[in-house]
């Protein structure tokens, strides 16, 4: 599929032209545990034959098998005669599975000594026929390894916890011949049929008591003479095929191992088995697709035309200063938008293309210019889309970036915050939380104007109050007709004009807009779906629901709309009849008031008028805010709910945040040895934003910024919102630990709508906070900022080595601040322990990262003629990788050998 997806541009790179490129060690599927047709008893499949066998390997793309029937070698040699016509695409290894006294014991042989086998069988002293199923030697498991030892095989304890036969089973506790067979030299690995037992034997096996005794046997194992330096164990899982139905099961969980070999020989087979951390994976251990940066292809500037493949695994750019290799991880992020600065630098590519692919095998190509803006292509259900840069994601920490995180978490607890959240899904809540923060603003915009009005009303009650009270004086007096008549003319005037008010609204019509819903867009801000046809179905049952709901409250306004019309004629035709009356009355008025006048009443007709005027106008303002309380009452119901979905999805956003505190804490206890360090979130929340707010609000008044960040603290931006509303001056001085005399201040100068409801939707979320201890009893807690720099950096790489997380991670020199021994004894286990779970990429001038943490791929990068290039690229097994690695990161192998004598080696 990526091949498809390829720039439209010719000349261009093409994915082709990237996989072409070494990208070093690969991880290859073996089924080391298989029997046979004649050669078992217990096969009955007749096409179970070793030629069968071959082919099938072929077609499920195998690239190591081992033919194992119970005690017997009777169809190894033509296993491995018909796979020669298959070198360099399938091994095939003579073996065998012994029964002993203690258990069943899988062992091979280099396939150029195959004859080796046969005199190790005849060794065993077997009882029974070979291949029978009653057959078996007398001798203990530890003795038939050292038989095998003897003979340079390597031994695999067969499926330790299966009933009957796996000795963890029969014979569960600590007994002396167990110790013998796991300490033995010529051991290199147990096969686990269930998955949840791989840990067995080794420094992650179970806390429960029985995995306490295994580990004390296994740990024997680093003191043994002989296994110096190779005291891990390889945990396999195998087949066990006895037919072709089980060897070929379509189920996609297959039971077997991956190991990450340089070719098909027994020297890399069995180097394999000696560094199991690094090499040796059960399938079930790992994801079937995790996602992954292809290849990356830049022309211009200082890399001008590196193509880099990159493998799937661990990949270190090494190389002195000056050479290019944090220009090809800048280079890098520039491409997925992470360092946008980088176009400023004479050495940014013109160009940068970008092959990607995800954990559903959707392929994505990343395109960018120097200075451009980012293209990204995605090739889904057969057609090529534009898709936002985000839709891949990667982690990228640049250099120096965690020493900066690392520098005060406590004080920049905003910036510790971003570097957390990278390492959970939260994409969904924050454009949930950016969405009803900006509905809560555009609805505080249209609540403002009404709230105001409202608290209004009453002094405009009031104030009518008074002014009919003078009128009904003068009423009483020598003007009463007048008056009585004039003041009931304006009182109809007045319902005249909200008549009219009404009739223009009737006239406008109404919307049901706010109804309608586009399901396509709805659909866009949820992100990917399964596609699942179940589901399709009923998504586009739904966008059929929408869509006629849509179209009927189209319809349902158009028809209401014609009915206001024809009454708004009605009311129009009514309200001009009124006025037509209220001229003819106020012409018989004027023609009273003019009689009035001759008679020197003028003076008490101005004062009247004035009154009258001041009727009719706080009349009509009344009247309009009146009108206006179903629009209030509406605006409120809608930000109480605005303000609940708020709440509720910022409740999430922290329960998702502490969920991932779990792994984070286990995986600092299990790493960092000097202290006891755990992340926890404190209630006292990430103030900077509530801080900032108050300080602005109240500047001009000498408020204290200690007092102010106390305050932000003990309280939050909705509770001090909801108390300057209430006007309770108490409650404020109480809970934020301020004195009265400044609550009050406070509510003289925030208490406005504007402030109140901004105050509504600032976030205030929990603090995240490191917590050292030492393991002192008691222990004695430690501040974070008294730790070294490489202290603080350890824990910030230890979160982002070992998230939850599948995504790509890319950093530069992770091991700024740290020294070697940590570096070996838990950067390195780590990457080895997490790269096939995740890709990572790394620039390290750090010898152990690269060599111990066994890269799959080395970049050596040059300086030749202004630019830089790679070569030499590969893995370590690659000699001339080897020797690149030497001459960079050992200073060459004359100083290697050097160190070497001094250090008595």
């Not at 305050?711 to 004195?739: H, K, Q, Y």
């Not at 109140?756 to 995240?768: D, G, Q, R, S």
């Not at 490489?790 to 530069?812: C, F, K, V």
Request: net charge negative.
């Amino acid at each position: 599929m990526l091949a498809e997806l390829e720039t439209g541009d010719p000349m261009a790179i093409q994915l082709k032209d990237i996989t072409a490129v070494d990208n070093g060690a690969k991880f290859l599927n073996v089924d080391l545990h298989i029997h046979s047709y004649g050669a078992s008893a217990d096969v009955k499949d007749v096409t179970m034959t070793p030629q069968a066998i071959v082919e099938s390997a072929i077609r499920q793309e195998l690239s190591v098998i081992a033919l194992t029937d119970h005690n017997s070698d009777a169809n190894v040699a033509a296993a491995v005669e018909h796979a020669r016509q298959y070198a360099g695409q399938l091994l095939v290894l003579p073996g065998v599975e012994v029964t002993t006294s203690h258990g069943h014991l899988l062992v091979y042989f280099a396939p150029e000594k195959i004859g080796d086998l046969g005199r190790f069988l005849a060794k065993l002293d077997l009882v029974g026929e070979k291949g029978a199923e009653n057959t078996r030697t007398s001798k203990s498991m530890s003795d038939v390894i050292k038989e095998a030892d003897t003979l340079g095989a390597i031994c695999i304890a067969a499926h330790i916890d299966r009933d009957k036969t796996g000795f963890e089973m029969f014979a569960p506790g600590a007994p002396n011949w167990k110790r013998d067979i796991i300490q033995s030299v010529g051991l290199y690995g147990v096969e686990c049929d269930d998955p949840a037992n791989l840990g067995w034997y080794s420094a992650y096996d179970d806390p429960g008591s029985a995995g306490i005794e295994r580990r004390k046997i296994y740990e024997g194992r680093s003191t043994r003479p002989g296994l110096e330096g190779r005291s891990q164990l390889a945990h396999i899982q195998g087949s066990d095929a006895h037919s072709m139905a089980q060897f070929e099961t379509a189920n996609p969980d297959k039971v077997w191992t991956r190991m990450k070999l340089t070719d098909l020989t027994w020297s890399a087979f069995k180097t394999a088995l000696v560094d199991p951390d690094a090499r040796v994976r059960a399938t079930a251990t790992i994801p079937k697709s995790v996602p992954r940066i292809r290849g990356m292809a830049v022309s211009g500037g200082f890399l001008n035309g590196e193509v880099i493949h990159f493998s799937n695994n661990l990949n270190c750019l090494i190389g002195g200063r000056g050479t290019g290799k944090s220009t090809a991880i800048r280079a890098l992020a520039y491409a997925f938008g992470l360092f946008e600065g980088f176009c400023q630098f004479d050495n940014c590519p013109n160009t940068i293309s970008v092959f990607c692919e995800d954990s559903n095998g959707i392929p994505y190509l990343f395109e960018r210019a120097k200075g451009g803006d980012i293209s990204v292509r995605a090739k889904e259900e057969g057609s090529i889309t534009e898709v936002p840069a985000n839709a891949f994601r990667v982690e990228y920490f640049g250099q120096g970036e965690l020493a900066e995180i690392a520098k005060d978490p406590l004080n920049s607890p905003q910036l510790f915050q971003e570097f957390l959240d990278r390492h959970t899904t939260l994409a969904d809540l924050v454009d949930k939380e950016v969405s009803l923060v900006n509905e809560l603003r555009e609805n505080s915009s249209q609540l403002v104007p009404l709230e105001a009005s409202f608290a209004q009303l009453q002094s405009k009650r009031d104030a009518l109050a008074d002014v009919e009270k003078k009128l009904k004086i003068a009423e009483e007096g020598h003007l009463r007709e007048i008056v009585g008549i004039q003041s009931k003319i304006t009182s109809e005037k007045t319902i005249r004009t909200t008549i009219e008010s009404v009739t223009q609204d009737y006239r406008t019509g109404l919307s049901l807009a706010n109804f309608e819903r586009n399901f396509d867009q709805l659909s866009a801000t949820a992100g990917e779906v399964t596609g699942d046809p179940r589901s399709a179905k009923h998504l586009q049952e739904m966008k059929a629901t929408l869509e006629a709901t849509n179209a009927l409250l189209k319809e349902e306004a158009k028809s209401i709309n014609a009915k206001l019309s024809a009454k708004a004629d009605e009311l129009a035709k009514q309200t001009a009849d009124l006025k037509a009356n209220h001229i003819r009355l106020e012409l018989d008025l004027a023609s009273k008031i003019a009689d009035l006048k001759t008679k020197g009443l003028a003076g008490n007709l101005s004062e009247l008028e004035e009154l009258l005027r001041q009727k009719a106008s706080l009349g009509k303002e009344i009247a309009a805010v009146e009108q206006k309380q179903p629009e209030l009452l509406t605006c409120r119901e809608q930000r109480k709910q605005l303000s609940a979905q708020l709440a509720d999805v910022r409740s999430e956003m922290t329960t998702r945040r502490k969920a991932q505190l779990t792994g984070i804490n286990q995986n600092l206890a299990a790493t960092i040895n000097d202290y006891t360090v755990f992340v926890k979130y404190e209630d006292a929340g990430v103030i900077d934003e509530f801080f900032s707010f108050v300080q602005e609000k109240m500047t001009g008044s000498y408020f204290q910024d200690a007092s102010a960040k106390v305050m932000c603290e003990r309280i939050t931006p909705f509770d001090l919102a909801s108390w300057l509303l209430a006007n309770d001056v108490d409650r404020i001085a109480t809970a934020s630990g301020i004195s009265k005399e400044w609550a009050g201040q406070m509510v003289a100068k925030l208490r406005t709508w504007n402030t109140i409801f901004e105050l509504e939707v600032l976030a205030k979320p929990p603090k995240p906070v490191i917590i050292v201890k030492t393991k002192t009893t008691p222990a004695k807690e430690i501040p974070v900022f008294q730790l070294s720099d490489g202290q603080r950096h350890t824990i910030l790489l230890t979160i982002a080595l070992l998230a939850e997380s599948n995504i790509p991670l890319i950093i530069d020199q992770p091991e700024d601040d740290l020294d070697n021994a940590f570096i070996f004894s838990s950067i390195v286990a780590t990457l080895r322990s997490v790269k096939e779970k995740r890709q990572v990429i790394v620039v390290t001038h750090n010898a152990n990262i690269a060599v111990l943490g066994d890269a799959e791929l080395i970049l050596p990068m040059h300086r030749t003629d202004d630019y830089g290039q790679s070569v030499e690229r590969g893995s370590i097994d690659k000699d001339a990788t080897k020797l690149q690695v030497q001459n960079i990161l050992e200073g060459g192998p004359e100083a290697f050998a050097r160190r070497k004598v001094i250090y008595g080696h």
